[in-house]
Nanobody, 123 residues
Framework: QVQLVESGGGLVQPGGSLTLSCTARGNIFSVGIMEWYRQAPGKPREFIAAMSRDGTTNYGDSVKGRFLISRDIAKNTVDLQMNSLKPEDTAVYSC?????????????????WGKGTLVTVSS
């Protein structure tokens, strides 16, 4: 069984910083692209950032220049460093990853979601 587990959410003041982490756990062969999304109350899910195995990154327009994604291939983790936080960054942040799982017939890739971690930006 495979899980994506996020951590690092909490309450932060406007202008502050916070770092989220996501770890893929289970019978993992390898992890492909790892991504962060967020969803604020009453709003659709929004793409935040992605990082492929080769280090290629992509960011949503609302966070470019403020957020930084990084990952540790060996540890199957991805971090999201969030700077200059604004109240509109308040949301549940979820990890999404393409995970290849060991099967007797060979590795099989599926996308998984974490349960999310709440980030609240407020004074």
């Amino acid at each position: 069984q495979v899980q994506l587990v996020e951590s690092g959410g909490g309450l932060v003041q406007p202008g502050g910083s916070l770092t989220l982490s996501c770890t893929a756990r289970g019978n993992i062969f390898s992890v492909g692209i790892m991504e962060w999304y967020r969803q604020a109350p009453g709003k659709p899910r929004e793409f935040i950032a992605a990082m492929s195995r080769d280090g290629t990154t992509n960011y949503g327009d609302s966070v470019k220049g403020r957020f930084l994604i990084s990952r540790d291939i060996a540890k199957n983790t991805v971090d999201l460093q969030m700077n200059s936080l604004k109240p509109e960054d308040t949301a549940v942040y979820s990890c999404h990853a393409d995970i290849y799982v060991h099967y007797p017939e060979g590795p099989r890739g599926l996308f998984y979601w974490g349960k999310g971690t709440l980030v609240t930006v407020s004074s």
